[in-house]
């Protein structure tokens, strides 16, 4: 990527950063909100969680990325809308999301920019203090190289983070493989794959009011009957 690329991805990366953090939360204080018009879930909270696996020796927990463990709407906002191509045009081409570049740098030069999620920091500490594994299962596509796990190291004192790239693929071989007991994640597809696999409870992550701005799809909080953390979308 060209100096001025960068330059400009850093500048309204930062903008799109001071975005999010005015939308504010979502979350409601009663246990019990409105998804849509006709649909209602519950909400529970990470101590909550924890209770409820008192009685359970240490488990292997997986989390999703995009929307659960991070925020990463502003990076992929600018691969698909930059125009630092020559004559204006998206340096990433007319298909952002299937060039091996774009790919290469979400997940390496972009993955600074990725906002990490309080809630996902409280999940993760609940786990790690109960002698927990986390893992992380994302349908990002791979590439070479990946700064994503060192990241995740950094942020949450991970030593040697497990990052799983299903590449687009449905998540639940690798939840049965991994054994993971309870997964978090913020899409209608991190929630069925989790409940197709052999024996996993999936829990809900909020999306940010930014985050819906943009992606509101695939997003049905407790269509499924799984359990919304709660203020999760900060």
């Not at 991805?9 to 909100?33: H, N, Q, R």
């Not at 290469?104 to 920019?113: L, M, P």
Request: aromatic share 10%.
């Amino acid at each position: 990527m060209y100096k001025n690329t960068a330059l400009r991805a850093a500048i309204l990366l930062g903008v799109a950063v001071l975005l999010i953090f005015s939308a504010g939360c979502t979350a409601a204080d009663d246990g019990k909100a409105n998804a849509t018009s006709d649909t209602s879930y519950t909400t529970v909270s990470v101590g909550e969680i924890a209770e409820s696996l008192a009685d359970k020796g240490p488990i292997t927990a997986g989390l999703d990325l995009d929307s659960t463990t991070f925020y990463t709407d502003s990076v992929y906002y600018y691969g698909m809308t930059n125009i630092d191509g020559p004559n204006g045009t998206n340096v990433f081409g007319d298909s952002p999301k299937q060039n091996p570049e774009f790919i290469s740098a979400i997940n390496n030069e972009f993955v600074g920019y990725y906002m990490p999620k309080n809630a996902a920091i409280d999940v993760v500490r609940m786990h790690r203090e109960r002698g927990d594994t986390a893992i992380f299962i994302t349908k990002k596509h791979s590439s070479p190289e990946e700064r994503i796990s060192d990241y995740i190291g950094v942020i949450f004192g991970i030593e040697n983070p497990k990052v799983i790239f299903t590449n687009g693929t449905s998540k639940t071989l690798f939840i049965n493989a991994e054994h993971v007991s309870v997964y978090y994640g913020d899409s209608d597809g991190d929630i069925t794959d989790s409940q197709s696999a052999d024996n996993c409870t999936p829990y809900r992550f909020m999306r940010n009011k930014m985050t819906l701005q943009y992606n509101d799809l695939n997003y049905s909080l407790g269509q499924y009957g799984e359990s919304v953390v709660e203020n999760s979308d900060c």
